[in-house]
Every structure is written in structure tokens, then in C-alpha cells.
């Protein structure tokens, strides 16, 4: 007897170390595989949706501690910017605060926006046509715009932020 309940177990921890589900009438596995190429993730699609909305709201309120939190700052965190090297997270954080504090005003369009989810990992890609206002004076910033998000236990964040001009002749 000990020997059946030795053997179910062993076989109830290999499904679940696979991450299968297991039907208890066959102990088939009835999860499939998810094509990362083709799925489309719709949930966490309507999930980024929502944190880009908080990123340019946030933004709007200059409230850079908000524009902050969306970030997965770290190690691993990258940025480019204006052809420059690569920044790190603390380049990034001194720079968006900076940003947020210049700024009176600030509409934003984003154009052609496709947010391709990967399980955990999404990249969105944008036409930006930002106008902060800076003083009195609107500014017309256009650009191409990808944002590397990682699903963490706190939401989505930014991983990585890559900036370039776009040209609109």
C-alpha cells in the first residue's frame, strides 16, 4: 500500500513541477503549450494599457514619484536616449524627475501604438508626439518610442526605454 501512495505522489509532484493540470478521471496533462509568437495576451494587453494611461497621467500632475514607480529600477534596467550611450537606472530616474519638475503642461499623442505581449515580458512600441510646455513655450518633441515591460508581483514595469528621433517630413 505504501508503495501505490509512494508512486501517486511522485507522479502528482512530476505534474506539478511541469506545470501541467492534472484531470483527476485519466491523470492526462491537459495544459497545451502557448505560442509567445501568436497569442495574444489580451489581459495583460488591457494591463499595459492602463499603466501607459498612469505614466502620462502621471506626467500631466507632475507627479514624478508616480512616473517613478512604473520603472524596475535595478541592474538589469536600460535606457537610450538622444543617441547617447546607454543609461542606467539612476540616469533615467534623475532624468525623468528633472523632466517632470521643468514641465507646466503636457499633451502627448501616441501614434501607431502596438503593445506585443510575450507572457511576462512586453514590448510596446509608439510614434510619440509629446508637446510639455516649458515656461511659456509649447515644445514639439516626435519620436519612436519602445518600452520593454516585465510582469512583477507589483504590476508591470519598465525594464527599458529606448528613444529616437522620428522623422515626420
Not at 539612476?90 to 525623468?96: A, K, L, P, R, V
Amino acid at each position: 500500500m505504501n508503495t501505490t501512495k509512494n508512486i501517486a505522489f511522485i507522479i502528482a509532484l512530476f505534474y506539478f513541477i511541469a506545470g501541467c493540470d492534472v484531470n483527476a478521471a485519466d491523470n492526462k496533462c491537459n495544459d497545451q503549450p502557448v505560442n509567445l509568437l501568436t497569442e495574444q495576451f489580451q489581459e495583460s494587453q488591457a494591463e499595459i494599457q492602463i499603466v501607459l494611461d498612469g505614466i502620462f497621467s502621471s506626467i500631466q500632475d507632475n507627479d514624478a514619484d508616480k512616473l517613478i514607480s512604473y520603472h524596475a529600477y535595478g541592474e538589469k534596467f536600460t535606457e537610450f536616449r538622444d543617441s547617447e550611450p546607454r543609461f542606467n537606472s539612476q540616469d533615467n530616474e534623475t532624468y525623468e524627475r528633472g523632466f517632470v519638475g521643468a514641465i507646466s503642461g503636457f499633451d502627448y499623442n501616441l501614434g501607431d501604438l502596438k503593445i506585443a505581449v510575450y507572457g511576462d515580458v512586453a514590448v510596446v512600441t509608439f510614434h510619440a508626439d509629446f508637446r510639455p510646455t516649458i515656461g511659456e513655450e509649447v515644445m514639439q518633441i516626435w519620436g519612436s518610442t519602445t518600452l520593454v515591460f516585465v510582469k512583477t508581483i507589483n504590476g508591470w514595469k519598465i525594464t527599458h526605454e529606448h528613444h529616437s528621433p522620428l522623422n515626420v517630413s
